[in-house]
Nanobody
Framework: QVQLVESGGGSVQAGGSLRVSCAVS????????VAWFRQAPGKEREFVAA????????AYADSVKGRFTISRDNAKSTVYLQMNSLKAEDTAVYYC??????????????WGQGTQVTVAS
């Protein structure tokens, strides 16, 4: 079993920055790809970014490309999402997910509980 715990969410003004973290435990972290998804009130969950198990490959949604950066520290079993130039439309609950294969879809096996990110305009 793999457990994921998100942290670092909060409130920020538009144009500001925030970094959310996903701590992974329970299995060999370096075997898993990890992704971030988000869900805004009244909307479906959407893909944000993903990183391969080695960190060699990344993928981003068009809406965050150039503003968000996903990274991982395998020694700390943690994945980060650095969010810059935040917009009001980035407001959502952010979830991290882990699986054996990196994908932009929701086919990840393990999910965290989410962390709220609120961007005030």
């Amino acid at each position: 079993q793999v457990q994921l715990v998100e942290s670092g969410g909060g409130s920020v003004q538009a144009g500001g920055s925030l970094r959310v973290s996903c701590a992974v435990s329970g299995r060999t972290f370096s075997n898993y790809a990890v992704a971030w998804f988000r869900q805004a009130p009244g909307k479906e969950r959407e893909f944000v970014a993903a990183i391969s198990s080695t960190g060699s490959f990344t993928a981003y949604a068009d809406s965050v490309k150039g503003r968000f950066t996903i990274s991982r520290d395998n020694a700390k079993s943690t994945v980060y999402l650095q969010m810059n130039s935040l917009k009001a439309e980035d407001t959502a609950v952010y979830y991290c997910a882990a699986g054996r294969k990196m994908t932009v879809g929701s086919q990840y096996t393990y999910w965290g509980q989410g962390t709220q990110v609120t961007v005030a305009s």
